[in-house]
């Protein structure tokens, strides 16, 4: 680490004293990276004038690389793009018998798959409206059955109920029948009419 500071030390003396441009890269055994390089320029900077004095080009290895990378990938894409149009029933002239066979089975696999995820699907779908249903059922009992106690307590009727008070009464209006509920309750006499004795009735 001492070494390594004094070579750094020389490298900024040099950019000061002598007013250069210098970089320097170094890594140390463990793998570790350090760099400097002057104020005034940049690390890439210094490397196209390397190139443009030296005559050498640091990049054509890695451009290489990257070009050998890329025509995979461009393979790779285009074999999955085959492998689709044949999926779809296209560009089978080029098949032999075995791979006919093999794409079979694929799809007969994958159609597999998709009929068990749509059986999944349905089964779902088929459980939700049955929770659903029984909900509306109960609502509707629960509905029935808090009309009918209204009906017993006698808040209102829609029919005879055997009663002496009630009568029901029928209505037309607009070409349908509707069935009104009315309470006959006793005329309370005029003790003074001379017809007393005779209990009139109305409608309440």
Sequence with gaps: SKRRGGIFKKARELTVLCDAEVSL???STTGKFFE?????????????RYQQVSGINLWNTQYEKMQGHLSKLKEVNNKLRKEIRQRMGEDLND????????????LESSLKV???????VINTQTDTYKKKLRSLHEAHGNLLAALEGRDENGDYMTGDNGGPDYEPGIG???GGSHIFAFRMQPYQPNLHDPSYGIHDLHLA
């Design 114 to 120: 998709v009929r068990e995820r749509k059986y999944h």
């Design 36 to 48: 400097y390089c002057s104020p005034s320029t940049t690390t890439k900077k210094i490397f196209d």
């Design 95 to 106: 098949l032999e018998i075995e791979e006919m066979r093999g794409l079979e089975q694929n």
């Design 172 to 174: 037309m209006a607009n």
């Design 25 to 27: 890269i170094m890594f």
